[in-house]
T-cell receptor
Framework: KNEVEQSPQNLTAQEGEFITINCSYS?????LHWLQQHPGGGIVSLFM???GKKKHGRLIATINIQEKHSSLHITASHPRDSAVYIC???????????FGTGTRLQVTL | NAGVMQNPRHLVRRRGQEARLRCSPM?????VYWYRQLPEEGLKFMVY????????ESGMPKERFSAEFPKEGPSILRIQQVVRGDSAAYFC??????????????FGPGTRLTVL
């Protein structure tokens, strides 16, 4: 079993829909990251969380430390949101990241 | 302020050759991480370096792979005697010098290595 699990693996949505991507982890963490990997392969850091909730534009990330669970929400989705979304954690005091396998999102018109 | 730079972006090698991948961190960043993404797989940690020091190499294959981050110049990931299974995207990330555990990591565009 992976230390970081994401669901769903694949997600198709229509433009305008509200999207939720989930991440569960089985180890103690110091921080959780949400990353976006574009079809061209580049990786962008969206959020880093250690508690609570963060919002940036149409993106919202939440984390529940007790339940070892985080969610990434996209409001009013748009085709340009199509990408792979990756959850990653710093386990314990480690600087390195441990990654989930990613959620491939396709937003259609 | 330029982001993390990696070169080359694409590298083709024949089996048995050497591959050298370069990473220049963001200005002011002194922590460098190398990650590998095999085809259709997730990202995996390889090595974490600070200037002139390897801090954590727990993800590096035991043979043929080495990494350095010299006092001057970019970080280098070196793969000797490449095999087809080394074909992957190699990403470098950097973070600033205070507590790396709580700092965002900034990723480079990656180097796509193809071994023929």
């Amino acid at each position: 079993k992976n230390e970081v699990e994401q669901s769903p693996q694949n997600l198709t949505a229509q433009e305008g829909e509200f999207i939720t991507i989930n991440c569960s982890y089985s180890v103690g963490i110091s921080a959780l990251h949400w990353l976006q990997q574009h079809p061209g392969g580049g990786i962008v850091s969206l959020f880093m969380l250690s508690s609570g909730k963060k919002k940036h534009g149409r993106l919202i990330a939440t984390i529940n430390i007790q339940e070892k669970h985080s969610s990434l929400h996209i409001t009013a989705s748009h085709p340009r949101d199509s990408a792979v979304y990756i959850c990653a954690v710093n386990t314990g005091t480690a600087s390195k990241l441990t990654f989930g396998t990613g959620t491939r999102l396709q937003v259609t018109l | 302020n330029a982001g993390v730079m990696q070169n080359p972006r694409h590298l083709v090698r024949r089996r048995g050759q050497e591959a050298r991948l370069r990473c220049s961190p963001m200005k002011g960043h002194s922590h460098v991480y190398w990650y590998r993404q095999l085809p259709e797989e997730g990202l995996k940690f390889m090595v974490y370096l600070q200037k002139e020091n390897i801090i954590d190499e727990s993800g590096m294959p035991k043979e043929r792979f080495s990494a350095e981050f010299p006092k001057e110049g970019p970080s280098i990931l070196r793969i000797q005697q490449v095999v087809r299974g080394d074909s992957a995207a190699y990403f470098c990330a950097s973070s600033p010098p205070d507590s790396p555990v709580y700092n965002e990591q900034f990723f480079g565009p990656g180097t796509r290595l193809t071994v023929l």
